[in-house]
């Protein structure tokens, strides 16, 4: 798969929850992300070329919040090694700047660069 991302991408120590503010269904676990997406590992291959509300559940308060909501459009899904996980990337859409700026404080305290 040719990679297209432009910003550089981080894994973070602990995976985020993330749910479909739409439904309240669970879609996965974020697992790295950059200023404009994310790679989310679920148990159920997610729907391409779809654009989600969701929250982000945060392991700790930040800001007076512990909840990011955000806009994304899924972009890829794939089915990993293990049978019962896949891995989608996330295109960030929509997002408020404070939410943003929890972002940017979380790839930079709890992450490893990964390129």
């Not at 979380?106 to 390129?115: G, L, V, Y």
């Amino acid at each position: 798969m040719q990679e297209n991302r432009k910003e550089g991408r981080v894994k973070l120590q602990n995976n985020l929850d993330v749910y479909d503010c739409n439904t309240e269904k669970y879609m996965g676990s974020l697992v790295d992300i950059s200023s404009d997406g994310f790679m989310l590992m679920s148990s159920e291959p997610i729907k391409t070329n779809t654009i989600f509300q969701c929250r982000i559940n945060l392991p700790e308060t930040v800001d007076d919040t512990d909840v990011i909501h955000i806009g994304v459009d899924s972009l890829w899904c794939k089915q990993s090694i293990t049978p019962s996980h896949y891995w989608t990337g996330f295109h960030l859409i929509e997002i408020n700047e404070k939410d943003r700026d929890i972002i940017n404080r979380i790839m930079s305290f709890s992450s490893t660069p990964m390129d």
